[in-house]
């Protein structure tokens, strides 16, 4: 009998693996909503007229979503997720029946907050939590009600919102983070896309699965890993642009951690072949928008971008479209990107919302790894050719930071830590130098390719170049704090901090004041500021 038995479950075995059904129906105030694209992210299936749908699947993503219709918002699981997706729970064999509600919504005039790289972990040393409370989320709100006046909001999330490698030292994950942006009262609904820090650093040594694994948490809470969604006849995509590997070496500096938390920074064939499928049912002539964790080309920082040869293929999934705008974080920058070879993205890289991963010391700005403000993004999608704003959290209030470098060298020569600092680090740029007399220092990250950079003291032009001199604010910020006699050298303060986007140029005077200005390709002017000189370097400092 036991043969028999083992000889029936051996015939039935492809059956069993080609999985089961999932079927519900997608309405909205009772009524069904037709049309709808539903995905189990490998193939997509429409509602009929009742609003019903059924697909064969082997459940591999374990999720089942649809992609909102224009005037529709799925109805919420929390203040802050739609619910536009849902788990896949049963054996891949059994049925599962899956509803979707949708709530009709007026989506003309809408806006997008932008966030990216928050890094929230409920460490103590770092005083993240309470720092995106008090910092971040009040000018999330001001900017979400003034933008609200006009139409709805919603926040696309770019990646990194967690951070793997403290998940268990705090008992904080994906989830965590979700439900205390939840409890912090954030104004607007999320959609999100996962970075590499958005997986589970203890899954480790399964091959290719351990990308799928280790993301059980981020799918658990925000669904899919690549979706769309339509609003207000735009159509928003988002791409999981992360193969997470975490092998090698453990890191037993925390808890829980099974390898070095490496990565790939690509999309995984399967997910590209989905975007070919849901394309088929985006009109030529709609709005693009493609929200990634990695950025599609980096003409500043090459390892911070896809793989050689995915632009060439995403370029020829949307062959059909000639704009498709590109929204990044993941560098911990900003910068306005191009690719002459595929000029069809226009590409928007943004800085951390944390700033750099909320390393600052107390009483200090948060900056970039750029030295670029700390900021969030914000889009009114009513303009016809969209550009996001940059909204400071702390800062200058402007796209800029200029220093007169003969302040800076003053403040090297006469701050003990600083001195500290060039004893450890002599290979770092030492503005007390005298080659540095006089310069006019500008780190400029509202500089987009195209654009020309002037300097000009008493009307007369100064030769600018660029370089990847050190950055000072970054020093005094992140290095100099704590520095004493026995202090040691560190690997990773021992280069400069360089950016893509600094300008310098030699004044002939000590205290004439110099005008900065950028102009684009037509000859507008889109940034002028008069740096008065000499200028205090502290009042950058705190």
């Given at each position: 009998m036991k043969?028999?038995l083992?000889?029936a479950?051996?015939?039935?075995l492809?059956?069993?693996?080609q ?7 997608v309405?909205?105030?009772?009524r069904p909503v037709?049309?709808v694209?539903?995905s ?11 609003g019903?749908?059924s697909m064969?699947t082997?459940k ?8 909102t219709?224009?005037g529709?918002?799925?109805e919420?699981?929390d203040?802050?997720?739609?619910g536009?997706w ?5 054996k891949?064999c059994?049925?599962?029946?899956h509803?979707?509600?949708?709530v009709p919504q007026?989506?003309?005039g809408?806006s997008v907050?932008?966030i990216?790289?928050?890094?929230l972990?409920?460490d ?6 309470e720092r995106f409370?008090?910092?971040?989320l009040?000018?999330?709100k001001?900017e979400?009600e ?10 696309m999330?770019l990646g990194?919102?967690s951070?793997?490698r403290?998940?268990?030292d ?10 205390f ?5 954030y104004?607007?609904?999320?959609y ?5 820090h958005?997986?589970d650093g ?6 290719e699965?351990?990308?799928f ?9 925000w669904?899919?890993g690549?979706?769309s969604v ?7 995509i ?9 092998d ?7 808890k829980?951690?099974?390898?070095k938390?490496n990565?790939?920074?690509?999309i ?10 849901d ?5 030529k002539?709609?709005r693009?928008?493609?929200c990634?964790?990695?950025?599609l080309?980096n ?6 971008r896809?793989e050689?040869?995915q ?8 062959k ?16 306005n990107?191009?690719s002459?070879k ?13 700033g750099?991963?909320?390393?600052h ?11 670029s403000?700390q ?5 009114d999608c009513?303009?016809?050719?969209p ?5 400071h ?18 403040y090297y020569r006469?701050d003990?830590q600083?001195?500290i600092f060039?004893?450890?680090y ?6 007390a130098?005298?080659e ?6 500008v780190?400029?990250w ?12 008493n ?11 050190d ?6 910020t992140?290095v100099?704090p ?11 303060n ?5 950016t893509?986007h600094?300008f ?6 000590s205290d ?9 390709a ?14 205090v ?5 705190h």
């Amino acid at each position: 009998m036991k043969k028999v038995l083992a000889i029936a479950a051996f015939l039935l075995l492809p059956f069993l693996l080609q999985g089961g059904v999932v079927k519900g129906r997608v309405s909205s105030e009772g009524r069904p909503v037709a049309g709808v694209q539903v995905s189990d992210g490998r193939q997509i299936v429409l509602t009929d007229a009742r609003g019903r749908y059924s697909m064969k699947t082997d459940k591999a993503d374990s999720i089942v979503f649809i992609t909102t219709p224009s005037g529709y918002i799925a109805e919420p699981i929390d203040p802050v997720r739609p619910g536009f997706w849902q788990l896949l729970t049963e054996k891949p064999c059994k049925t599962e029946v899956h509803d979707f509600n949708l709530v009709p919504q007026d989506q003309n005039g809408y806006s997008v907050i932008f966030i990216t790289d928050c890094h929230l972990a409920d460490d103590p040393s770092r005083n993240c939590l309470e720092r995106f409370r008090k910092d971040v989320l009040p000018v999330v709100k001001r900017e979400y009600e003034a933008a609200a006046a006009k139409g709805p909001v919603y926040t696309m999330n770019l990646g990194d919102f967690s951070h793997d490698r403290y998940w268990y030292d705090f008992d904080f994950n994906e989830a965590d983070a979700e439900r205390f942006l939840v409890s912090c009262g954030y104004p607007s609904p999320v959609y999100t896309v996962t970075g590499n820090h958005d997986n589970d650093g203890a899954v480790a040594g399964l091959g290719e699965r351990t990308d799928f694994v280790s993301a059980w948490n981020y799918r658990h809470t925000w669904g899919p890993g690549c979706y769309s969604v339509n609003i207000g006849g735009d159509h928003w995509i988002f791409m999981d642009t992360v193969e997470y590997i975490n092998d090698g070496d453990v890191d037993k500096r925390h808890k829980n951690i099974n390898g070095k938390r490496n990565y790939r920074c690509r999309i995984l064939d399967k997910d590209i072949e989905w975007l070919r499928k849901d394309l088929q049912y985006v009109r030529k002539d709609s709005r693009i928008f493609l929200c990634t964790h990695v950025p599609l080309f980096n003409d500043a920082f090459k390892s911070e971008r896809l793989e050689d040869g995915q632009v060439a293929v995403l370029d020829d999934v949307f062959k059909d479209y000639p704009t498709v705008y590109v929204y990044s974080g993941h560098t911990h920058k900003h910068l306005n990107s191009s690719s002459g070879k595929y000029p069809r993205f226009k590409q928007f890289i943004f800085a951390a919302t944390s700033g750099n991963m909320w390393n600052h010391p107390e009483g200090y700005q948060a900056i970039e790894s750029d030295s670029s403000d700390q900021a969030i993004n914000v889009m009114d999608c009513r303009e016809s050719d969209p550009r996001p704003r940059f909204v400071h959290i702390t800062g200058v209030g402007k796209m800029l930071r200029a220093y007169d470098i003969n302040t800076v060298a003053e403040y090297y020569r006469t701050d003990p830590q600083c001195r500290i600092f060039h004893r450890l680090y002599p290979n770092r740029t030492w503005f007390a130098d005298p080659e540095f007399e006089n310069m006019v220092y500008v780190n400029y990250w509202g500089y987009a390719p195209g654009q020309k950079v002037e300097m000009f003291e008493n009307g007369k032009p100064l030769k600018v170049s660029r370089k990847d001199y050190d950055e000072p604010l970054a020093a005094i910020t992140y290095v100099t704090p704590g520095l004493n006699e026995g202090s040691t050298a560190s690997k990773s303060n021992v280069k400069n901090r360089r950016t893509s986007h600094t300008f310098v140029a030699t004044a002939s005077t000590s205290d004439a004041p110099v005008v900065f200005r950028a102009t684009d390709a037509e000859g507008n002017v889109v940034c002028e500021e008069e740096i008065i000189r000499p200028k205090v370097f502290n009042q950058y400092i705190h």
